[in-house]
Nanobody, 120 residues
Framework: QVQLVESGGGLVQAGGSLTLSCAAS????????MAWYRQAPGKQRELVAA???????NYADSVKGRFTISRDNAKNTVYLQMNSLKPEDTAVYYC??????????????WGQGTQVTVSS
């Protein structure tokens, strides 16, 4: 029905930058809020940043001033620009979207996850 495909993860040194992308495709009528979550080893998944269809944003305190979430509604794509990365940002990052589908089914979808590793 609906797929979220992430890209842009990788290995970076502390202080570096990465940009994650997540494109939603499939039986989409509209996409409401989109968000990025992350899960570090041994920890619970946590919200990193979220953005509404009207571009209102909110961020976890730990990433405020370093990360920027944005979206391209025409492409059903959300981005996460990550600057001044720290080793504690190391995690698997997951895209999340609230989708109105043209077919019956769930409204919340998750991407497969992309690894971000920040070396000290």
């Amino acid at each position: 029905q609906v797929q979220l495909v992430e890209s842009g993860g990788g290995l970076v040194q502390a202080g570096g930058s990465l940009t994650l992308s997540c494109a939603a495709s499939g039986s989409i009528f509209s996409v409401n809020a989109m968000a990025w979550y992350r899960q570090a080893p041994g920890k619970q998944r946590e919200l990193v940043a979220a953005i509404t269809s009207g571009a209102s944003t909110n961020y976890a305190d730990s990433v405020k001033g370093r990360f920027t979430i944005s979206r391209d509604n025409a492409k059903n794509t959300v981005y996460l620009q990550m600057n001044s990365l720290k080793p504690e940002d190391t995690a698997v990052y997951y895209c999340n979207a609230d989708v109105v589908s043209v077919l019956p089914g769930p409204s919340e979808y998750w991407g497969q996850g992309t690894q971000v590793t920040v070396s000290s």
